[in-house]
């Protein structure tokens, strides 16, 4: 097996992620929803449950990035503040014996490869958000949180916390654009915002990233 083939193996059904999680001592740590918590570079942290974003340093916080169900989080130079949207655990383990048993393993290139895949999804994902124009920015953002928060579930599901001002941080719109495209949307029978939680339709979903 090639090694970019082993790489899209790994990265099916969670592998590396569920390795991290069986093969190494950690600390759990609860995050209650609004409550910030903290990556340090000296840990690696994987998310068991819930969601976290990580905000913008404007005045304006958008969500800059975003860490679902089963993301791993290696930070690189800096400490990472994170904030949770919901209810979520997090595991912290020490970088140092993850990197010298995935060294052994002849795995650690493979996590490196995983962690640069996801920023930069998120970077090509903040430029995208930076030219499209409001409505596309709002589909796609819904589109993005159904696949993300959905995970595992064949059927997709937008999260109950998703309300306008948080879709307006997602899609980096203002949250009166936001509300006057979420509600045409509403009104051409793509999301139901009436539902509780919104409901997505996609088969009246025209835009469908690839």
Request: hydrophobic residues 45%; charged residues 30%.
């Amino acid at each position: 097996m090639r090694y970019l083939e082993f790489h899209e193996y790994l990265k099916k059904d969670s592998i590396m992620y569920s390795y991290l999680a069986r093969k190494f001592h950690k600390q759990n740590k609860k995050v209650l929803a609004g409550e910030v918590v903290v990556v340090s570079k000296e840990h690696i942290a994987i998310v068991r449950k819930g969601v976290l974003v990580k905000e913008s340093v404007e005045q304006r916080k958008f969500f800059t990035r975003s860490f679902f169900q089963e993301t791993i989080i290696v930070p690189t130079t800096h400490t990472i503040m994170l904030k949770a949207l919901e209810e979520s655990e997090i595991s912290f383990i020490k970088a140092d014996e993850v990197f010298e048993k995935l060294e052994e393993e002849k795995l650690l290139s493979n996590l490196f490869l995983q962690v640069a895949e996801k920023l930069e999804a998120d970077l090509e994902r903040q430029e995208m958000l930076a030219v499209e124009f409001p409505e596309n920015k709002i589909l796609e953002t819904l589109y993005f949180i159904s696949i993300s928060y959905s995970s595992k579930s064949l059927k997709l599901k937008l999260p109950h916390w998703l309300q306008i001002k948080v879709l307006a941080r997602f899609a980096n719109c203002s949250v009166s654009t936001t509300s006057s495209v979420i509600h045409s949307l509403h009104k051409k029978g793509i999301v139901d915002i009436m539902a509780s939680p919104w409901q997505l339709n996609m088969e009246a979903l025209e835009f469908k990233p690839a």
